[in-house]
């Protein structure tokens, strides 16, 4: 389980086939092989290590879900490790299980923040609500408005310098993991 603060940005350093090598960064000495790590918000297993390096597997199924198929020597992507039991929760509660990619339709520039629109497909918007949950790369965020095929989030000064999210571009695909709870409220009510 992971909470969607971002520890580090990595480096991807190789791309092999389904195979991705990323440069830890600041963390490196805290990877173990077969342990999970959330990579542009999608929890993968690391398979090997090497100095501050690290390789990561990228199955089919996730190439479909996610835009980690996209990658290339040089990209920069959220890193983080999960939460230990007797960590500090910050954010919310992320598994690293990527509903599908949204891409930016706008950005508009505030005083100290930046506004930021995702379009994305009507069967997502039940589970957003204004003020709720969102990951988006991995970045645990809050929803600031949500309409039928779209929703916004404010990126704060400290969020944007320390995550990829401040490199976004109108047009750019990223991630969406929706709010676990969400998910299961629908499921109960449903039945």
Not at 7 to 36: C, Q
Not at 102 to 124: A, Q
């Amino acid at each position: 389980m992971f909470t969607g603060i971002v520890e580090t940005i990595g480096e991807i350093s190789s791309v092999s086939g389904n195979t991705l090598d990323i440069i830890a960064g600041k963390f490196s000495g805290r990877l173990k092989i077969g342990g999970s790590i959330s990579v542009k918000g999608a929890c993968l297993t690391i398979t090997s290590i090497k100095n501050t390096q690290f390789t990561v597997d990228v199955v089919d199924e996730t190439r479909r879900k996610t835009n980690l198929g996209d990658l290339k020597i040089a990209s920069s992507v959220n890193l983080e490790l999960p939460v230990p039991v007797t960590g500090s929760f910050d954010g919310h509660i992320v598994q690293g299980h990527i509903d599908n990619t949204i891409k930016v339709i706008s950005i508009i520039e505030e005083s100290d923040s930046k506004l930021i629109k995702f379009k994305t497909n009507p069967l997502n918007t039940k589970y957003l609500v204004k003020k709720g949950f969102v990951a988006v790369d991995g970045v645990s965020l809050t929803i600031v408005e949500c309409q039928n095929d779209w929703f916004s989030i404010a990126l704060i000064p400290h969020t944007s310098k320390n995550t990829t999210l401040g490199d976004l571009k109108v047009g750019d695909t990223t991630n969406l993991e929706l709010d676990l709870f969400a998910k299961y409220a629908e499921k109960f009510l449903t039945r």
